[in-house]
Antibody, heavy 117, light 106 residues
Framework: QVQLQQSGAELAKPGSSVRISCKTS????????MYWIKQTAGQALEWTGY????????KYNEKFKGKATLTVDKSSSTAYMQLSSLTPVDTAVYYC??????????WGQGTLVTVSS | EIVLTQSPTTMAASPGEKVTLTCRAS?????MYWYQQKSGTSPKLWIY???KLASGVPNRFSGSGSGTSYSLTISSMETEDTATYYC?????????FGSGTKLEIK
C-alpha cells in the first residue's frame, strides 16, 4: 500500500532553516509528482508547491517562492522540503501528498514546524 | 488566483439527515475535489473529478456541480461523518482550497 512517512516535529529559531523529509513506499516513486501543503492552526490549507515525477521539474506557489525548496532523492524514494529564513508565520503543519486522480491522493502524517525564539 | 468559498462554515446534522455542503469558485473550474479531515489526522481524498468517490468512501456520499458551483451531499448522516470537509480546485495555479466546512453530529 502507498505510504508517506514524514520526519518528526521541528522547533526552529527565527531566521534558521529546516528540512522536512517524506519517505515513500508502495509505489514507483518516479511515476508521480509530490505536493507539499501547509496547514496553519486555524486549519487553512495552502498549496506550497510540487516537484515532478522523479524531480524533473518544480512549481511553487508564488507566496512560497524563496521560502520553500523542493528536492527528491530517487535512490531512497524520499522527497524533501526545505524552509528557509523562518519566521513565526511559518509555524504550521506541513504535509507531503502524492498526486493521483488529478488530486492529492495520498498524504503523509504531517510535520509540525514551530518557529520560536 | 481562484478563491473557493465554502458554506456553511459549521453545521450540525442529526443521524439520518441529508446534508449538503457547498463550494463556490471565483472563476469557472473543470472539476472539484473534496477532502475529509478528522481531528488530529491528515486530510483524505474523498471525492475527485467532482463526483467520483475515492476508494473506501461510503456510497451515501455524492458530489456534483459544474462551472463555479459544486456540492458534496451525504444522503443520510452518520456519526462517523463528523469531520471538516475541504474543497480544492486543480484548474489553475496556485492550487487552492476552500476554508472548510466543519460538520458535527447533533
Amino acid at each position: 500500500q502507498v505510504q508517506l512517512q514524514q520526519s518528526g516535529a521541528e522547533l526552529a529559531k527565527p531566521g534558521s532553516s529546516v528540512r522536512i523529509s517524506c519517505k515513500t513506499s508502495g509505489y514507483t516513486f518516479t511515476s508521480y509528482a509530490m505536493y507539499w501543503i501547509k496547514q496553519t492552526a486555524g486549519q487553512a490549507l495552502e498549496w506550497t508547491g510540487y516537484i515532478g515525477p522523479g524531480g524533473g521539474d518544480t512549481k511553487y506557489n508564488e507566496k512560497f517562492k524563496g521560502k520553500a525548496t523542493l528536492t527528491v532523492d530517487k535512490s531512497s524514494s524520499t522527497a524533501y522540503m526545505q524552509l528557509s529564513s523562518l519566521t513565526p508565520v511559518d509555524t504550521a503543519v506541513y504535509y507531503c501528498a502524492r498526486g493521483g486522480f488529478g488530486a492529492f491522493a495520498y498524504w503523509g502524517q504531517g510535520t509540525l514546524v514551530t518557529v520560536s525564539s | 488566483e481562484i478563491v473557493l468559498t465554502q458554506s456553511p462554515t459549521t453545521m450540525a446534522a442529526s443521524p439520518g439527515e441529508k446534508v449538503t455542503l457547498t463550494c463556490r469558485a471565483s472563476s469557472s473550474v473543470n472539476y472539484m475535489y473534496w477532502y475529509q479531515q478528522k481531528s488530529g489526522t491528515s486530510p483524505k481524498l474523498w471525492i475527485y473529478d467532482t463526483s467520483k468517490l475515492a476508494s473506501g468512501v461510503p456510497n451515501r456520499f455524492s458530489g456534483s456541480g459544474s462551472g463555479t458551483s459544486y456540492s458534496l451531499t451525504i444522503s443520510s448522516m452518520e456519526t462517523e461523518d463528523t469531520a471538516t470537509y475541504y474543497c480544492q480546485q486543480g484548474r489553475s495555479y496556485p492550487l487552492t482550497f476552500g476554508s472548510g466546512t466543519k460538520l458535527e453530529i447533533k
